[in-house]
């Protein structure tokens, strides 16, 4: 539909001005504004919103209710000299809020072949979700901040404005990110890191509160923390004590994370 239609069917509304390809998949309610492309593999969940100026591209899935703001680029090829034109995909969830110039782009082969983002996200202007990044629910990257390639992000972390995060590292769920900060490891769930080359220095605190963690569990993710920091032996060894030892279900999420498997070191507490 070059030029579009404004009224397809189902309550959709595309703008004389936007073009949307031949193959596009619109759901019910979706909702396309001047000067948007939309490529002929792009499927559009219910109620999803297209200001206007978007470019949807690629083998790309976007959840019902979904917006996204002007000028944002949303599933283009990934920005890896070893890609060659394979099919790959970027599938993002329900209910995210993709704010100007976000720049998301699909998987590559040999990183799986997908890249994915979660439900109720908030990626603020200018941030940047490389191929094959996984992340997960209600994740904020605040303005100009920026997930290299194989990066997995677990839910509810925060990364903040002009920071970036290495190839293939890890955040755990819960974590919080500072502003102009460079992350080269994988950081605990629920760890606090700042400074510009990126220093694990205490809990997320103030997230633990707002989400209505049980004081006995933050008093112990405190003990765990100060083991961790403290402890006997390498930095594994801590972990393993530590799962053997604590009551605490967060304890033990930390204790999975960093015996999980990872293609880098951990950030440690200092």
Do not use: W
Not at 58 to 80: K, L
Not at 83 to 91: M, R, V
Not at 103 to 114: A, C, H, L, S, Y
């Amino acid at each position: 539909m070059t030029g579009g239609s404004q009224d397809p069917g189902g309550g959709t509304m595309i703008h004389p001005a936007a073009v949307v390809e031949k193959g596009a998949q619109l759901g019910e309610g979706v909702r396309i504004g001047p000067f948007c492309h939309v490529g002929p593999e792009v499927v559009l969940g219910d109620g999803v919103e297209l200001k206007s100026h978007v470019v949807v591209a690629g083998r790309t899935t976007i959840g019902p209710e979904t917006v996204i703001f002007p000028f944002a680029v949303i599933g283009e090829i990934p920005q890896d000299l070893k890609f060659q034109g394979e099919k790959t995909a970027l599938e993002i969830g329900a209910r995210n809020r993709i704010r100007e110039h976000v720049t998301m782009n699909t998987g590559t082969e040999g990183g799986g072949g997908v890249t994915r983002v979660g439900d109720d996200g908030l990626f603020m202007a200018g941030c940047h979700v490389a191929h094959d990044v996984q992340v997960g629910n209600k994740v904020i990257l605040v303005n100009n901040a920026a997930l290299a390639g194989h990066c997995v992000l677990e839910d509810e972390v925060i990364v903040g404005g002009l920071s970036g995060v290495h190839q293939f590292v890890r955040i755990g769920r819960g974590a919080i990110i500072g502003a102009v900060t460079m992350v080269t490891n994988d950081v605990i769930p629920h760890g606090l890191v700042q400074a510009p080359r990126g220093k694990l220095d205490g809990l997320n605190l103030v997230g633990l509160k707002r989400r209505g963690v049980a004081r006995s569990d933050i008093t112990a993710l405190r003990a765990a923390f100060q083991m961790l920091a403290q402890g006997e032996g390498a930095f594994a060894d801590r972990a393993r004590r530590l799962g053997d030892e604590t009551q605490s279900d967060y304890v033990r999420e930390i204790v999975e994370f960093i015996l999980g498997d990872s293609d880098r070191h951990f950030l440690t507490p200092g």
